[in-house]
């Protein structure tokens, strides 16, 4: 699982770290690597927007709650996409 982790979180934050998993897919890929990858975005400060975003794109959401983080509600018909 590759996960971002930011004190806001942004749609061009999520954006970013979709570019960076499909290039650690791709040197993996070179390497014969096959294993499957997962991402994950995690903000003490995530507007609905931003998560709405990053969950279409198949990410995990996990925001803080008060001392501790938690998985973001998850959407009916959520899946997580692989790499």
């Known amino acids: 699982m590759l996960v971002k982790i930011r004190t806001k979180l942004s749609e061009d934050g999520v954006d970013e770290h979709l570019e960076r ?4 897919r ?3 890929d ?3 690597d096959g294993r499957k990858l997962v ?5 003490g400060i ?3 927007i931003v998560l709405k975003h990053a969950q279409e ?6 925001v803080q709650t008060g001392d501790a983080v938690a998985v973001a ?3 009916h018909g959520f899946k997580a996409r692989e790499w």
Do not use: N, W
Not at 39 to 43: H, I, K, N, Q, S
């Open 21 to 24: 998993i499909a290039t650690i």
């Open 26 to 28: 791709e040197i993996m």
């Open 30 to 32: 070179a390497r014969g």
């Open 39 to 43: 991402g994950a975005v995690v903000g």
């Open 46 to 48: 995530v507007s609905d």
């Open 57 to 62: 794109q198949g990410l995990y959401v996990l």
């Open 73 to 75: 509600d998850i959407p």
